[in-house]
Every structure is written in C-alpha cells, then in structure tokens.
C-alpha cells in the first residue's frame, strides 16, 4: 500500500479532479414522526475526502442509506456522476457507489479471498448458463476476478492472509477486508461508516493512510466517524449533522473552531436549532414551577405563625 498522500491519480480516464462524484439535494428521510434526516443538501467531488460527523442519532448513518439504495429518501434527490440514482443497492453498487457498515458484515467462514470475490460480482460480465457450464469465458472472467482480489488484497495489507477465514482475522484486519471488499466492486465513490470504530491507535493511523491511498488512486470518499482526531487529519471537507439537519460544512479548520458544533457535541441548547423552541419552553415551564413552589412554601411558612 502506499503511503503518499499528496500524489494524485494522473492516469488516463482517472476523473478530473472537482468534478462532481455525489450530489445529494434536500435529502429527507422520515420514519413515521420522525425525522431522521431533514433537507440535507452534500457534494462529494472527485479528489476529496469529506467527513460526516454529529452527535448520536443525528441521521448520518439514515442519510448514509439514502445514498445507497436502502432508504428511498421521503423527499430529495440523489445523483451519482450526474445521474440520478436508482432505488436498490445493488444498482447503487454497479452505478458505482460502494459502502462498509458501521457493523462488520464479513462472510465469517468464507476465505478472506473469498470476501473480496463477492465483492466482484457486480462487475463480472459473465451469465448465469456461463458460471453452470464453467466454459472459457467463466475461466477467463474467474482468473481476472482473482488476479484483482489479490492486487486489492495486496494494497490493503492483507495479502500473505488471502487463505485465512475471514473470522480469525484480528479486528482491525477484518475492518481492511471490509474495505478490500468494497473497493472489488471499483467504486468512484466510498463510503465509510465508521471504519476506527474499536480500534488502537495505530490501527487507526493506518486506516488514516489507507483511506488517503484509496483517494489517491482516484476514489472519492465520504467517511462517518466519531473520532474527530481520525475526521479532522483526514478531511478536505467536514459537514455537521445534528438532528437531522446539516449544522454547518467546511474545512477541518473551520468546523473545529465552530463554537455551534462544540455546543452541539456538549449536548447544549443552539440558538435557532431544531429543538431550541421546546428546550425554552421546558425551561420556562420549569422557572414558573419553581417560581409557585417557592410563592407557596413561603405562604404555607406564613399560615403556620
Ligand atoms: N429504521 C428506522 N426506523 C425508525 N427510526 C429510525 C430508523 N433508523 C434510524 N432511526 C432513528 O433516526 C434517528 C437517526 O438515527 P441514525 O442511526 O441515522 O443516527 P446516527 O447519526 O447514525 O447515530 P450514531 O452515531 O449513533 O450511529 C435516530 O433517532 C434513530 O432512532
């Protein structure tokens, strides 16, 4: 795997760099009466790593589902190098869009080899009767699949593992698998739902180096991650979601000194956020409380000279 973080893709069809990977427009996602997510508007252009962090239960991972094919959005559109998406993931994944989970979802008994073929198969040309009557064509699709696995395998570190089962895999590998897994469907855009999670510090480093290879190589990125050390190293572009809505969207710089995002993080009222009306109103309701209680102590203290 590489390390350099500065060197971009020149190859010949590697896309431009700016040019628009992701475009997702007032993305809403309702269950019932919740809002889950709420107007979120968010590009992802070629070249860039961007970040998508917030409090617990903002929506990140919901809106994480809308872009791939799992939710179909209540209101909004989501369009992929120009063309709107389509509503099921593994049409999503063709298009070009890969995604790891927040849970590892590996095939625990399959080989790490394995894993990474699964993850070919939506770019394997060859048919149903073909994989049946194992003809020429099957074996030629079947030696690049592997021949691919192994270079992916290669890249994320994990190739003198190729034979193991996926379960015995310690932690931190399993979550490179997930990755090399994703990347086999040669996506132009990556998703990472928390990809440190559980992880030591030098696990997360390298994960900090894989994800900036992998962008290096020429695929765009959208990471969710809690650890905000990993976020703000690692990102072009930081947007904030806090119950749903986008709070704010910048550079790492930006969105650190944000003094709306610390609040947020500290769980303390914003002024115009989407609960402030009713925290006022709580605490309103409360002073007046407070207020009769003491009215009446004090009166009681009266009736009892
Ligand atoms: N399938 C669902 N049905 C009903 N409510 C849901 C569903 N999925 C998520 N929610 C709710 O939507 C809100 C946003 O959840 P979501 O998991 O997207 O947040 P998150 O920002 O990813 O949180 P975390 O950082 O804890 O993973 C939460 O209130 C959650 O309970």
Avoid at 123 to 144: D, N
Wanted: hydrophobic share 40%; net charge negative; charged share 25%.
């Amino acid at each position: 795997m590489t390390t350099d973080t500065t060197t971009k893709d020149t190859t010949p069809g590697a896309p431009t760099p700016g040019t628009t990977v992701l475009d997702a427009r007032g993305v809403t996602m309702r269950f019932g009466g919740l809002t889950a997510v709420n107007g979120v508007d968010l590009t992802v252009n070629s070249g860039e790593i961007v970040g998508l962090i917030g409090p617990n239960g903002a929506g990140k991972t919901t809106f994480f589902n809308c872009l791939t094919g799992l939710y179909i959005p209540t209101e909004g559109e989501v369009r992929y190098k120009g063309t709107v998406l389509p509503a099921k993931s593994f049409k999503v994944t063709a298009a070009g869009i890969a995604r790891t989970f927040q849970n590892i979802r590996l095939f625990a008994n399959m080989t790490v080899l394995e894993n990474v073929l699964v993850g070919r198969h939506t770019r394997t040309k060859e048919g149903f009767w073909s994989a049946v009557l194992r003809g020429p064509g099957f074996h030629r699709a079947e030696a690049t699949s592997r021949e691919r696995a192994m270079e992916l395998l290669e890249f994320v570190g994990l190739a003198p593992k190729a034979g193991h089962l996926a379960r015995n895999l310690p932690y931190g590998e399993q979550r490179k698998l997930e990755i090399a897994r994703a990347l086999a469907s040669e996506p132009g855009l990556l998703l990472l739902d928390e990809p440190t999670a559980g992880m030591n510090p030098q696990e997360t480093r390298a994960t900090e180096e894989l994800v900036f290879a992998i962008r290096d190589q020429g695929t765009a990125v959208l990471v969710i991650e809690h650890d905000m050390r990993f976020i703000f190293n690692l990102c072009d572009r930081v947007a904030v979601l806090v119950q749903g809505e986008k709070l704010i969207e910048g550079d790492s710089a930006t969105v650190q000194g944000d003094e709306r995002v610390i609040a947020a993080y500290l769980g303390e009222p914003l002024a115009n956020d989407p609960g402030a009306a009713e925290a006022a109103e709580v605490e309103a309701a409360e002073a007046h409380a407070q207020a009769d209680t003491t009215t009446d102590t004090a009166a009681g203290k009266e009736n009892d000279r």
